[in-house]
């Protein structure tokens, strides 16, 4: 009797082990799971888990994790509270992912949600000015999700989180960046936790390519989801880049502005091309924003390469290896049945066919709270003869007197003819002076040499409209929204030459809105 007692408590202990065990066992698949970004099963285990051990401190924190994940940061910081206050040995990252849970909790607390296509779609943004940029992001959304959808054969389950951040220290709270690196190399939005997060256009002097920035985080949100996150930087960042204004192209392509090709070209000369490596943990690490710059251009051009040769079935193939655990190198070579070093060496002779000798200096993004440059201060290197056209030119603006203005800015454009400031002064003037032409004649090589200066954008489309071109018009105005959507030109101009009475109504009371007037 006292043996079979004992050997009843004995099975007792070992159910009782089993019992403690089998949370363990489920804990560790949804950390997987989570860490795989497939967040719809970590859900289906935690269901259970949560409802049989509320109080476990590894459940409470796949819990807070999971939350975090799908956009409940509230849920996710007292979930990570009660996590911590189980006494947890060790503790781990608990501490650092609270205070980044907390934070994100209260930079977007009081944020306006926005939803589309039946919640497929979340934008969230500080209510005021910001609003204007929804109805432009959910349309970059739709047209980016079809997109991708195309080109990698893959949908993401949804539901596809945007969120807009006034400024980079906004933006520097919800992440691990700092604002020092998100200055330093002009990082501007970035993709994490499934969800997008950008920087306001507003946050800039002049704009940045906002609605390509939000195709390009969306880019990164499917190759998380595709390659369970084990796609490398530098794979992610050219796949990104390549496919960024696929939105709005019919076919993809590694687009850089001339200013770029030059640093592509300047560093193939003197050997200094950046290696894939240096990219990781991110290139808002790189030292500058030139290198951040390079390093786009070098793995979008490698990518490109690779699907001009290969096709995009062998980048979906590279990928899939990736999620089956290949090193990147590796599974790219395997997809396309050649040798990373020939791949290599191929995406190095298609640089070597790019070269332009008369490329643009490269000019760094300046960022509103950083005091960053104004028109005058971009004209501080300007030759003091050229400088003194400019304020002369600036005075007679002023009085409304357009053409003598123009004839001032002219000379002070002989004097810096690279400067894009100076250039669109020059084209305004021309344009308020009833000269049309003139100020086509003085845009259009700015716009060319410095596609992302929204200012010489708009104005082209406000040159355009008045020459009659309405459908490049409306191009050139649409383009310039996609840059700077708080200059209220391009919205006017659309209040013209819209292409249907409803866009036209549209826009004309966003130009109002943003101070602007529409033209009868």
């Not at 200012?455 to 191009?475: D, F, I, M, W």
């Not at 109504?505 to 966003?510: D, L």
Request: aromatic share 6%; net charge neutral; proline share 5%.
């Amino acid at each position: 009797m006292r043996l079979g007692a004992l050997t009843l408590l004995g099975l007792l202990a070992g159910a009782a082990t089993a019992a403690a065990q089998a949370p363990a066992r489920d804990l560790a698949r949804t950390e997987l799971a989570v860490a795989e970004l497939r967040l719809e099963d970590a859900e289906a285990i935690l269901e259970d888990l949560y409802r049989d051990h509320p109080s476990d401190a590894d459940v409470l924190r796949q819990l807070a994790l999971v939350r975090f994940h799908r956009g409940d940061y509230p849920g996710a910081t007292r979930a990570m509270e009660r996590s911590l206050s189980e006494r947890p040995r060790p503790a781990g990252e608990r501490p650092m992912l609270l205070e980044l849970m907390r934070a994100t909790a209260e930079a977007t607390d009081g944020y306006v949600q926005s939803v589309a296509a039946g919640g497929r779609y979340v934008v969230r943004y500080a209510p005021g000015r910001d609003e204007a940029l929804v109805p432009y992001a959910i349309q970059a959304l739709a047209r980016m999700d079809r997109a991708l959808q195309e080109e990698l054969g893959y949908r993401h389950p949804g539901p596809i989180r945007l969120e807009i951040h006034a400024n980079a220290e906004e933006l520097a709270r919800v992440s691990t960046l700092t604002v020092e690196d998100i200055q330093r190399t002009g990082t501007i939005a970035l993709c994490k936790w499934d969800r997008l997060m950008v920087t306001s256009p507003r946050a800039l002097l002049r704009g940045y390519p906002w609605m390509d920035t939000i195709a390009h985080e969306m880019v990164h949100l499917y190759l998380a989801r595709m390659s369970q996150d084990r796609a490398p930087v530098w794979v992610q960042e050219g796949v990104a880049k390549l496919l960024e204004r696929r939105w709005r192209k019919r076919v993809a392509r590694a687009h850089l502005t001339p200013s770029v090709q030059g640093l592509v070209d300047r560093a193939l000369a003197d050997d200094a091309l950046i290696p894939f490596e240096r990219l990781h943990p991110s290139i808002a690490l790189l030292p500058s924003q030139e290198d951040a710059a390079l390093a786009f251009a070098q793995v979008s051009t490698f990518l490109e390469a690779y699907v001009a040769d290969h096709g995009r079935d062998a980048l979906r193939d590279g990928i899939a290896r990736m999620r089956r655990g290949e090193d990147a190198r590796d599974a790219l070579a395997a997809a396309a049945e050649v040798t990373f070093a020939t791949l290599e060496g191929r995406w190095r002779d298609t640089l070597a066919r790019r070269g332009d000798d008369a490329a643009p200096a490269f000019r760094d993004m300046q960022f509103q709270e950083a005091g960053g440059e104004t028109d005058d201060a971009e004209l501080a290197e300007v030759r003091a003869e050229g400088r003194r056209a400019v304020r002369l030119g600036d005075l007679l603006w002023a009085r409304g007197r357009y053409a003598a203005a123009a004839r001032e800015y002219g000379q002070a454009l002989e004097a810096a003819p690279e400067d894009p400031v100076i250039a669109t002064r020059l084209a305004r003037a021309a344009l308020a002076a009833g000269d049309a032409a003139g100020a086509e004649e003085a845009i259009r090589g700015v716009v060319e040499r410095y596609p992302e200066h929204a200012p010489a954008r708009a104005l082209l489309g406000s040159v355009l409209r008045a020459r009659g071109a309405r459908t490049e018009a409306r191009h050139q105005a649409r383009l310039a929204i996609a840059i700077n959507p708080f200059d209220p030109r391009p919205h006017c101009d659309l209040a013209e030459v819209g292409r249907t009475e409803e866009a036209r109504r549209a826009e004309a009371g966003r130009c109002q809105a943003l101070g602007g007037a529409p033209r009868p």
